[in-house]
């Protein structure tokens, strides 16, 4: 044989018989001759399981940007405090903060919110979209979510009667917002049939008012509150002189300040009741209206939570802006349970000093998407379908968060109904008392 072919094969024997003493190939000896491991593997700690996206569609360019950075700061705090982390450690919370507004318009955008709605619903990975603020831009949203699973969408700050009320007599009432059937859209803050009624009953009974000049921003959210108001106000015997919608991209409303300053018999009205945003040019109508009318103790200037932040303040001036009043969904900060101390508590440690209204509906929001994920998992159920996790919203009930104990009706709309009002002194809003 031929030396170099003998020590070859010699190579190959050896290595055959090396493979088999450590267990490779078909080796005959058993697994448990290898040195049994002293650490059963269960003790090693799991890794999640997989990771949950949420969501929050707001405008976070323009003048609402001092309320809605608030809410997203109150959002990632309530996160921060469960870790991250839902199901015992089993899945991972991603979110995202998106901003449905542009610099073009310098507020929400129909077109950004649309794309945002449509980008949610095609990504399988976000289970649930928390918003928006803006009514007008929920009605855009709430039918591509509800197509998309549903994906439960759950607002913070929307307050439109028609988003949720089946009453076809409450302007902007549609079925189509729900083209699968099913409800999908919740809010954790009241509506405005609620505070529309409350405001024009505060404008007769306390503030003493016989007559008003209703104006609006031409909006889902500042028409729908401002049609309530005339609603109640014509029920209850205060005397509507006017309500018109005005231009928020006007330069000025003198011209209109003037008209109004003597709709009254050749005089002012009493009060003014203005439904709109602070986006909507809300700062330049109350200096124009303090220019024509005087300042507000003589013809009260009234608006709601769309005006109720300090940039409406800040844009009219302090001066300019003493003595309006608006309303707000829910108690004030001082009156709120013991969970609501310790959110202000612990926000306050982290961003500093809280004035805006809508944090805590931010963190009570937040709240209500982890409850429902831990509800869906304590079932033994699936937190990234996104069906079981819209019904497991929609059962919340007695629920014990940040606003008080309270509880979602079929609607999806809270049993919370109380409104504060506040009036502006000192250069910010104070509040002066909680109604129903």
Request: glycine residues 10%.
């Amino acid at each position: 044989m031929n030396k170099r072919l003998l020590a070859l094969l010699s190579v190959l024997v050896l290595a055959s018989m090396v493979l088999v003493a450590c267990g490779g190939g078909d080796a005959t000896e058993p697994a448990a001759t290898e040195p049994a491991a002293t650490e059963p593997a269960a003790t090693e700690p799991a890794g999640p399981m997989g990771t949950l996206k949420i969501v929050s569609s707001l405008p976070m360019t323009g003048s609402s940007l001092t309320q809605t950075q608030t809410i997203v700061n109150a959002m990632q705090l309530r996160l921060e405090q469960a870790d991250y982390k839902v199901c015992g450690g089993s899945y991972e919370i991603e979110y995202e903060a998106w901003d449905d507004a542009s610099a073009a318009l310098g507020k929400w955008d129909p077109a950004v919110e649309t794309e945002n709605a449509n980008k949610a619903a095609a990504d399988a990975s976000i289970v649930a979209y928390l918003g928006t603020f803006n009514s007008g831009a929920a009605k855009l949203s709430i039918p591509i979510l509800n197509a998309a699973g549903p994906l439960v969408m759950i607002s913070p700050a929307n307050t439109n009667p028609g988003l949720t009320k089946a009453d076809k007599d409450l302007p902007g009432v549609t079925d189509s917002y729900y083209p699968t059937g099913t409800r999908s859209y919740v809010r954790v803050v009241a509506a405005d049939d609620i505070q529309g009624q409350v405001a024009a009953n505060f404008v007769k009974n306390e503030l003493g008012a016989a007559t008003v000049y209703i104006l609006d921003d031409q909006e889902l959210y500042g028409k729908g509150v401002a049609d309530v108001f005339e609603k109640t106000a014509n029920e209850i015997g205060l005397t509507v002189l006017g309500h018109e919608g005005i231009d928020p991209k006007a330069a000025d409303y003198k011209a209109l300040m003037t008209k109004i300053s003597t709709s009254n018999a050749g005089g002012p009205p009493d009060a003014i009741y203005v439904g709109m945003v602070v986006d909507n040019n809300a700062s330049q109508l109350l200096k124009d209206k303090v220019a024509i009318m005087g300042d507000n103790e003589t013809v009260k200037f009234v608006g709601p939570d769309g005006i109720q932040t300090q940039a409406f303040i800040d844009g009219a001036g302090a001066d300019v802006a003493t003595g309006v009043y608006a309303s707000v969904a829910g108690v004030p900060f001082s009156d709120l349970p013991a969970a609501g101390q310790q959110f202000k508590t612990d926000y306050e440690a982290k961003f500093g000093p809280l004035t805006e209204p809508y944090a805590v509906y931010g963190y009570e929001t937040m709240s209500v998407a982890i409850r429902a994920i831990e509800d869906v998992c304590a079932a033994g159920g699936d937190p990234t379908d996104r069906a079981a996790l819209t019904a497991a919203v929609f059962a919340i009930a007695d629920f014990d968060g940040a606003l008080g104990t309270w509880s979602f009706d079929a609607n999806g709309d809270t049993s919370l109904t109380d409104m504060t009002f506040y009036i502006v002194e000192a250069g910010a809003y104070k509040a002066i008392g909680v109604f129903k």
